[in-house]
């Protein structure tokens, strides 16, 4: 069975800070890894995602995670944090090998300080 | 443009009386799914379609119906509708090539 843990329902960083949000997986199979930011009132973005090759992987607006494996980890991180960053961020898991089932994280809400 | 839509936007009814939220996608996806956000649970899967007439469960099902009689709609049906059913509930559409989904704008329901 999928699960995925995000630490963290809040993060707070100043701005030109570094941001990290972490997240951490459990699958069966191989799994496919997301990012996805949340605006107010808005749908979800994708920010960046792993399925299969490099498992270091860019995504929108400077943002990349890492997918490693030995620690089932899909951190988020972005060298230097803007006001715009502030919305709420959510991990995600889809297993790879058929089927839709898709597991969200419970989200993380990024707060930036000027 | 590649879009999702939902409708209604916001939708306040009261317990028991039968609804259908519409979801509609013009990108040829093959993939559907449903889903419903809480405050502090993320979002959990309702339904998923992987094509036309082929449906599945998600975490979540219980008080739910679908149906995907066209590859680009996939409506969410609340048969009778009760107040633990009040959400946000967001669409979404796939690729099997790559899974990523496009989000719809969200569909705001109040159950009474």
């Known amino acids: 069975a999928q699960s995925v843990t995000q630490l963290g329902s809040h993060v707070s960083v100043s701005e030109g800070a570094l941001v990290l949000l972490r997240c951490n997986y459990s699958?069966?199979?191989?799994?496919?890894l997301f990012w996805y930011v949340q605006y107010p009132n808005q749908g979800l973005q994708l920010l960046l995602k792993?399925?299969?090759?490099?498992?270091l992987v860019k995504g929108i607006n400077g943002f990349e995670a890492e997918f490693k494996k030995s620690e089932t980890s899909f951190h988020l991180t972005k060298p230097s944090a803007h006001m715009s960053d502030a919305a709420e961020y959510f991990c995600?898991?889809?297993?790879?090998?058929?089927?839709?089932?898709?597991?969200f994280g419970a989200g993380t809400r990024l707060f930036v300080k000027a | 443009e590649a879009q999702v839509t939902q409708n209604p936007r916001y939708l306040i009814t009261v317990t028991g009386k039968k609804l259908t939220v519409t979801c509609s996608q013009n990108?040829?996806?093959?993939?559907m799914s449903w889903y419903r956000q809480d405050p502090g649970l993320g979002l959990r899967q309702i339904y998923y379609?992987?094509?036309?007439?082929?449906?599945d469960k998600g975490d979540v099902p219980e008080g739910y119906k679908v149906s995907r009689k066209e590859k680009r709609n996939f409506p969410l049906i609340l048969e009778s509708p009760s107040p633990n059913q009040t959400s946000l509930y967001f669409c979404?559409?796939?690729?099997?090539?790559?899974?990523?989904?496009?989000f719809g704008p969200g569909t705001r329901l109040t159950v009474t």
């Open positions: 979404a559409s796939s690729s099997p090539r790559n899974y990523e989904q496009y």
């Open positions: 699958s069966s199979v191989p799994p496919y």
């Open positions: 792993y399925t299969t090759g490099a498992t």
């Open positions: 995600a898991v889809s297993e790879a090998t058929g089927g839709f089932k898709t597991i």
């Open positions: 990108m040829n996806h093959e993939y």
């Open positions: 379609s992987m094509n036309v007439e082929v449906t």
